[in-house]
Protein backbone atom coordinates (compact mmCIF):
# COMPACT_ATOMS: atom_id res chain seq x y z
CA UNK A 1 0.00 0.00 0.00
CA UNK A 2 1.39 3.51 -1.11
CA UNK A 3 0.69 6.25 1.49
CA UNK A 4 -2.60 6.44 3.37
CA UNK A 5 -6.32 5.41 1.30
CA UNK A 6 -8.99 7.08 2.66
CA UNK A 7 -12.09 5.44 3.79
CA UNK A 8 -14.58 7.16 1.68
CA UNK A 9 -14.06 9.12 -1.79
CA UNK A 10 -15.57 11.52 -4.11
CA UNK A 11 -17.33 9.96 -7.29
CA UNK A 12 -19.63 11.43 -9.89
CA UNK A 13 -22.69 9.35 -10.96
CA UNK A 14 -26.43 9.41 -11.37
CA UNK A 15 -29.76 8.21 -9.61
CA UNK A 16 -31.76 8.01 -12.38
CA UNK A 17 -30.76 8.25 -16.47
CA UNK A 18 -31.38 11.17 -17.99
CA UNK A 19 -29.94 14.41 -19.21
CA UNK A 20 -26.03 15.92 -18.28
CA UNK A 21 -27.86 17.63 -15.37
CA UNK A 22 -28.76 14.35 -13.46
CA UNK A 23 -24.52 13.53 -13.14
CA UNK A 24 -23.87 14.82 -9.18
CA UNK A 25 -20.91 13.60 -6.67
CA UNK A 26 -21.79 11.75 -4.40
CA UNK A 27 -19.54 9.75 -0.98
CA UNK A 28 -18.72 6.51 -1.79
CA UNK A 29 -16.54 3.88 -0.02
CA UNK A 30 -13.14 3.30 -1.56
CA UNK A 31 -13.15 -0.45 -3.47
CA UNK A 32 -10.69 -2.90 -2.51
CA UNK A 33 -8.62 -4.52 -5.36
CA UNK A 34 -9.34 -8.02 -5.79
CA UNK A 35 -6.91 -10.46 -6.98
CA UNK A 36 -4.84 -9.23 -10.47
CA UNK A 37 -6.48 -5.97 -9.84
CA UNK A 38 -4.75 -2.59 -8.69
CA UNK A 39 -6.29 0.60 -6.71
CA UNK A 40 -5.77 3.38 -8.79
CA UNK A 41 -5.36 7.19 -7.16
CA UNK A 42 -6.92 8.67 -10.08
CA UNK A 43 -5.46 12.19 -11.35
CA UNK A 44 -7.40 12.30 -14.88
CA UNK A 45 -10.55 10.17 -16.32
CA UNK A 46 -11.48 10.17 -19.88
CA UNK A 47 -14.81 11.77 -21.12
CA UNK A 48 -15.89 9.19 -24.40
CA UNK A 49 -19.24 8.69 -25.95
CA UNK A 50 -20.44 5.13 -24.11
CA UNK A 51 -20.51 7.49 -20.93
CA UNK A 52 -23.04 10.05 -21.99
CA UNK A 53 -25.15 6.89 -23.68
CA UNK A 54 -24.57 5.01 -20.22
CA UNK A 55 -26.17 8.35 -18.21
CA UNK A 56 -28.80 8.16 -20.89
CA UNK A 57 -29.60 4.55 -19.62
CA UNK A 58 -28.93 2.69 -22.85
CA UNK A 59 -25.63 1.41 -22.01
CA UNK A 60 -25.43 -0.89 -18.70
CA UNK A 61 -21.97 -1.57 -17.32
CA UNK A 62 -21.41 -5.30 -17.65
CA UNK A 63 -21.65 -7.50 -15.01
CA UNK A 64 -19.82 -6.82 -12.34
CA UNK A 65 -18.39 -3.78 -13.34
CA UNK A 66 -18.64 0.31 -11.12
CA UNK A 67 -21.96 1.85 -12.09
CA UNK A 68 -19.89 5.24 -11.93
CA UNK A 69 -19.08 5.94 -15.54
CA UNK A 70 -15.77 6.24 -16.82
CA UNK A 71 -13.94 3.63 -19.14
CA UNK A 72 -10.43 4.98 -19.11
CA UNK A 73 -8.18 6.55 -15.87
CA UNK A 74 -4.48 7.90 -14.97
CA UNK A 75 -3.26 8.05 -11.81
CA UNK A 76 -0.90 6.60 -9.14
CA UNK A 77 -1.19 2.66 -8.48
CA UNK A 78 -1.93 2.92 -4.32
CA UNK A 79 -2.75 -0.68 -3.64
CA UNK A 80 -2.53 -3.88 -4.99
CA UNK A 81 -4.69 -7.39 -5.01
CA UNK A 82 -3.18 -10.38 -4.96
CA UNK A 83 -0.87 -11.89 -7.49
CA UNK A 84 -0.22 -8.60 -8.75
CA UNK A 85 3.60 -7.37 -9.67
CA UNK A 86 4.58 -5.56 -6.21
CA UNK A 87 6.57 -3.05 -8.89
CA UNK A 88 3.32 -1.62 -9.94
CA UNK A 89 3.14 -0.36 -6.33
CA UNK A 90 3.78 3.47 -6.56
CA UNK A 91 4.02 3.86 -10.36
CA UNK A 92 2.09 6.28 -12.79
CA UNK A 93 -0.23 4.13 -15.15
CA UNK A 94 -2.87 4.86 -17.70
CA UNK A 95 -5.91 2.25 -17.25
CA UNK A 96 -8.38 0.61 -19.78
CA UNK A 97 -11.63 0.36 -17.01
CA UNK A 98 -14.78 -0.79 -17.65
CA UNK A 99 -16.52 1.80 -15.34
CA UNK A 100 -15.40 3.37 -12.33
CA UNK A 101 -13.10 5.98 -14.23
CA UNK A 102 -14.85 9.18 -12.63
CA UNK A 103 -13.82 9.02 -9.02
CA UNK A 104 -10.92 9.95 -6.79
CA UNK A 105 -10.01 6.37 -6.83
CA UNK A 106 -10.74 3.29 -9.21
CA UNK A 107 -9.79 -0.19 -9.70
CA UNK A 108 -8.20 -1.45 -12.50
CA UNK A 109 -7.04 -5.11 -13.87
CA UNK A 110 -3.42 -4.87 -13.59
CA UNK A 111 -2.79 -6.29 -17.13
CA UNK A 112 -4.64 -3.71 -18.86
CA UNK A 113 -2.34 -0.83 -17.06
CA UNK A 114 -0.21 0.99 -19.02
CA UNK A 115 2.76 2.14 -17.54
CA UNK A 116 2.88 6.18 -18.21
CA UNK A 117 6.45 7.55 -19.64
CA UNK A 118 7.57 10.80 -17.48
CA UNK A 119 7.14 12.93 -20.62
CA UNK A 120 3.56 11.99 -20.81
CA UNK A 121 1.32 14.64 -18.83
CA UNK A 122 -1.21 12.57 -17.10
CA UNK A 123 -4.26 14.39 -18.15
CA UNK A 124 -3.24 13.30 -22.41
CA UNK A 125 -2.78 9.57 -20.50
CA UNK A 126 -5.62 9.71 -19.47
CA UNK A 127 -7.00 10.69 -22.92
CA UNK A 128 -4.98 7.44 -24.46
CA UNK A 129 -6.62 4.20 -23.82
CA UNK A 130 -10.25 4.03 -24.45
CA UNK A 131 -9.07 5.15 -28.22
CA UNK A 132 -5.98 3.47 -28.78
CA UNK A 133 -7.31 0.12 -27.35
CA UNK A 134 -10.66 1.21 -29.86
CA UNK A 135 -8.73 1.81 -33.20
CA UNK A 136 -5.83 -0.59 -32.42
CA UNK A 137 -8.43 -3.39 -32.56
CA UNK A 138 -10.52 -2.28 -35.23
CA UNK A 139 -8.84 -0.65 -37.73
CA UNK A 140 -5.64 -3.23 -37.68
CA UNK A 141 -6.74 -6.20 -36.18
CA UNK A 142 -10.54 -6.53 -36.83
CA UNK A 143 -9.86 -4.28 -40.47
CA UNK A 144 -6.62 -5.91 -41.41
CA UNK A 145 -5.47 -2.27 -42.31
CA UNK A 146 -1.65 -2.77 -43.90
CA UNK A 147 0.22 0.10 -45.34
CA UNK A 148 -0.46 1.73 -47.83
CA UNK A 149 -4.49 1.42 -48.01
CA UNK A 150 -6.50 4.17 -47.73
CA UNK A 151 -9.11 4.21 -45.16
CA UNK A 152 -12.40 6.14 -44.45
CA UNK A 153 -13.26 7.41 -40.88
CA UNK A 154 -16.36 9.19 -40.16
CA UNK A 155 -16.44 11.51 -37.13
CA UNK A 156 -12.75 12.89 -37.93
CA UNK A 157 -12.40 15.39 -35.24
CA UNK A 158 -13.85 13.00 -32.18
CA UNK A 159 -11.87 11.05 -29.78
CA UNK A 160 -11.62 7.76 -31.97
CA UNK A 161 -11.47 10.07 -35.14
CA UNK A 162 -8.22 11.52 -33.69
CA UNK A 163 -6.82 8.91 -33.03
CA UNK A 164 -7.42 7.24 -36.05
CA UNK A 165 -5.81 10.15 -37.92
CA UNK A 166 -2.72 9.77 -35.82
CA UNK A 167 -2.55 5.92 -35.60
CA UNK A 168 -3.18 4.98 -39.53
CA UNK A 169 -0.45 7.76 -40.55
CA UNK A 170 2.31 6.78 -38.41
CA UNK A 171 1.72 3.28 -40.14
CA UNK A 172 1.47 4.52 -43.53
CA UNK A 173 -2.12 4.34 -44.13
CA UNK A 174 -3.60 7.28 -46.73
CA UNK A 175 -6.62 8.67 -43.96
CA UNK A 176 -9.75 10.44 -45.36
CA UNK A 177 -12.48 11.75 -42.97
CA UNK A 178 -15.35 13.23 -42.81
CA UNK A 179 -16.55 15.66 -40.57
CA UNK A 180 -19.19 18.46 -40.34
CA UNK A 181 -17.87 21.77 -40.89
CA UNK A 182 -15.34 23.84 -42.64
CA UNK A 183 -13.78 24.67 -39.51
CA UNK A 184 -13.80 20.88 -38.24
CA UNK A 185 -12.15 19.53 -41.70
CA UNK A 186 -9.59 22.29 -41.41
CA UNK A 187 -8.89 20.93 -37.79
CA UNK A 188 -8.83 17.33 -39.58
CA UNK A 189 -6.29 18.27 -41.79
CA UNK A 190 -3.94 19.69 -39.34
CA UNK A 191 -4.23 16.73 -37.25
CA UNK A 192 -2.76 15.11 -40.27
CA UNK A 193 -5.78 13.38 -42.51
CA UNK A 194 -4.77 13.46 -46.29
CA UNK A 195 -8.47 14.89 -46.54
CA UNK A 196 -11.15 15.81 -45.27
CA UNK A 197 -15.04 15.81 -46.27
CA UNK A 198 -17.56 18.66 -45.41
CA UNK A 199 -20.82 15.85 -44.95
CA UNK A 200 -22.91 18.96 -44.50
CA UNK A 201 -21.73 20.43 -47.97
CA UNK A 202 -20.76 17.32 -50.00
CA UNK A 203 -21.64 13.92 -51.05
CA UNK A 204 -18.94 11.49 -49.04
CA UNK A 205 -19.64 8.91 -51.25
CA UNK A 206 -19.01 11.19 -54.56
CA UNK A 207 -16.04 12.61 -53.21
CA UNK A 208 -14.91 8.98 -52.12
CA UNK A 209 -14.70 8.19 -55.47
CA UNK A 210 -13.33 11.52 -56.83
CA UNK A 211 -10.47 11.35 -54.20
CA UNK A 212 -10.08 7.64 -54.89
CA UNK A 213 -10.01 7.51 -58.40
CA UNK A 214 -13.35 5.56 -58.50
CA UNK A 215 -11.31 2.93 -56.89
CA UNK A 216 -12.58 3.30 -53.41
CA UNK A 217 -11.40 3.00 -49.60
CA UNK A 218 -9.88 -0.68 -48.75
CA UNK A 219 -11.32 0.12 -45.05
CA UNK A 220 -14.03 2.17 -43.69
CA UNK A 221 -13.69 2.54 -39.73
CA UNK A 222 -18.33 3.52 -39.07
CA UNK A 223 -19.59 5.22 -36.12
CA UNK A 224 -22.88 5.79 -37.84
CA UNK A 225 -24.42 2.50 -38.86
CA UNK A 226 -28.30 3.47 -39.95
CA UNK A 227 -28.01 4.26 -43.48
CA UNK A 228 -24.90 5.36 -43.60
CA UNK A 229 -23.55 1.33 -44.45
CA UNK A 230 -24.66 1.19 -47.48
CA UNK A 231 -23.44 4.44 -48.45
CA UNK A 232 -19.98 2.91 -46.79
CA UNK A 233 -20.36 0.02 -49.03
CA UNK A 234 -20.24 2.45 -52.25
CA UNK A 235 -17.20 3.88 -50.89
CA UNK A 236 -15.50 0.30 -50.52
CA UNK A 237 -12.90 -1.21 -53.19
CA UNK A 238 -13.56 -4.63 -54.60
CA UNK A 239 -12.31 -6.98 -50.75
CA UNK A 240 -12.83 -3.53 -49.11
CA UNK A 241 -13.75 -4.09 -45.13
CA UNK A 242 -16.34 -2.42 -42.80
CA UNK A 243 -15.71 -1.96 -39.53
CA UNK A 244 -18.80 -0.58 -37.14
CA UNK A 245 -17.94 0.81 -33.67
CA UNK A 246 -21.15 3.00 -32.61
CA UNK A 247 -24.67 3.28 -33.68
CA UNK A 248 -25.15 7.05 -33.37
CA UNK A 249 -27.29 6.77 -36.60
CA UNK A 250 -29.65 3.62 -36.05
CA UNK A 251 -29.48 0.13 -34.93
CA UNK A 252 -31.30 -1.08 -38.18
CA UNK A 253 -29.24 -0.82 -42.04
CA UNK A 254 -30.90 -2.35 -45.02
CA UNK A 255 -28.15 -3.55 -47.61
CA UNK A 256 -27.49 -5.21 -50.93
CA UNK A 257 -26.46 -8.48 -50.36
CA UNK A 258 -25.33 -9.21 -53.69
CA UNK A 259 -22.86 -5.64 -53.63
CA UNK A 260 -21.52 -7.88 -50.89
CA UNK A 261 -20.96 -11.43 -52.44
CA UNK A 262 -20.23 -9.86 -56.19
CA UNK A 263 -17.42 -7.29 -54.20
CA UNK A 264 -16.22 -9.69 -51.58
CA UNK A 265 -16.87 -7.11 -49.18
CA UNK A 266 -16.59 -7.91 -45.36
CA UNK A 267 -18.47 -6.55 -42.79
CA UNK A 268 -17.91 -6.77 -39.26
CA UNK A 269 -17.54 -4.70 -35.62
CA UNK A 270 -17.18 -4.59 -31.96
CA UNK A 271 -17.64 -3.45 -28.59
CA UNK A 272 -14.95 -3.49 -26.53
CA UNK A 273 -16.56 -2.85 -22.55
CA UNK A 274 -18.04 -6.03 -22.35
CA UNK A 275 -14.65 -8.15 -23.84
CA UNK A 276 -13.44 -10.82 -21.53
CA UNK A 277 -10.63 -9.44 -19.04
CA UNK A 278 -8.35 -12.15 -21.00
CA UNK A 279 -8.55 -10.38 -24.21
CA UNK A 280 -8.41 -7.10 -23.27
CA UNK A 281 -5.02 -8.02 -21.18
CA UNK A 282 -3.86 -9.83 -24.78
CA UNK A 283 -4.80 -6.30 -26.50
CA UNK A 284 -2.97 -4.32 -24.04
CA UNK A 285 0.12 -6.42 -24.83
CA UNK A 286 -0.16 -6.16 -28.73
CA UNK A 287 -0.39 -2.31 -27.42
CA UNK A 288 2.39 -2.09 -25.72
CA UNK A 289 4.30 -3.89 -28.13
CA UNK A 290 3.91 -2.47 -31.15
CA UNK A 291 2.09 1.49 -30.30
CA UNK A 292 3.19 2.25 -26.91
CA UNK A 293 6.83 2.93 -27.86
CA UNK A 294 5.62 6.14 -30.20
CA UNK A 295 3.92 7.16 -27.00
CA UNK A 296 7.28 6.71 -25.19
CA UNK A 297 9.33 8.84 -28.09
CA UNK A 298 6.65 11.30 -28.05
CA UNK A 299 5.35 10.35 -31.65
CA UNK A 300 1.68 9.96 -31.07
CA UNK A 301 -0.33 12.30 -28.40
CA UNK A 302 -3.79 12.02 -27.97
CA UNK A 303 -5.47 16.02 -29.27
CA UNK A 304 -7.01 17.52 -26.09
CA UNK A 305 -10.34 19.39 -26.10
CA UNK A 306 -11.03 20.61 -22.76
CA UNK A 307 -10.71 19.15 -18.93
CA UNK A 308 -13.30 19.59 -16.55
CA UNK A 309 -13.31 19.18 -12.62
CA UNK A 310 -14.61 16.09 -11.66
CA UNK A 311 -17.52 18.40 -10.34
CA UNK A 312 -18.35 19.45 -13.23
CA UNK A 313 -18.56 15.85 -15.23
CA UNK A 314 -22.05 17.45 -16.27
CA UNK A 315 -20.85 20.32 -18.37
CA UNK A 316 -18.43 17.94 -19.55
CA UNK A 317 -21.17 15.49 -20.84
CA UNK A 318 -23.18 19.18 -22.27
CA UNK A 319 -20.06 19.73 -24.04
CA UNK A 320 -19.62 16.11 -25.62
CA UNK A 321 -23.17 16.15 -26.34
CA UNK A 322 -22.55 19.50 -28.24
CA UNK A 323 -20.56 18.26 -30.57
CA UNK A 324 -18.19 21.26 -30.72
CA UNK A 325 -15.55 19.55 -29.28
CA UNK A 326 -12.25 18.63 -30.73
CA UNK A 327 -10.28 15.58 -29.86
CA UNK A 328 -10.83 14.16 -25.84
CA UNK A 329 -12.74 15.52 -22.97
CA UNK A 330 -11.19 14.94 -19.58
CA UNK A 331 -12.16 15.18 -16.06
CA UNK A 332 -9.10 16.42 -13.47
CA UNK A 333 -10.10 14.27 -10.52
CA UNK A 334 -6.84 15.36 -8.71
Not at 5 to 13: D, S, V
Not at 190 to 219: C, M, N, P, S
Not at 265 to 291: C, D, M, V, Y
Request: charged share 15%; proline share 7%; net charge negative.
Amino acid sequence: MAGTIPEFMQAAGFDAPGGPEVLRTETLPVPAPGPGQVLVRVAYAGVNRPDVIQRQGFYPPPPGASPIPGLEISGTVVALGEWVDAALLGQPVCALVAGGGYAEYCLAVADHCLPVPAELPLDQAAALPETLFTVWHNVFERGYAREGETILVHGGTSGIGTMAIMLGKLFGLTVIVTCGGADKCAQALAIGADHAIDYKATDFVEEVARITGGKGVQLVLDMVAGDYVPRNLKCLAEDGRHVTIAVQGGLQATINMAQVMSRRLTLTGSTLRPRSNEFKALLAQEIARLAWPLVESGQLRPVMDQAFPLAEAAAAHARMEAGSHIGKIVLQVA
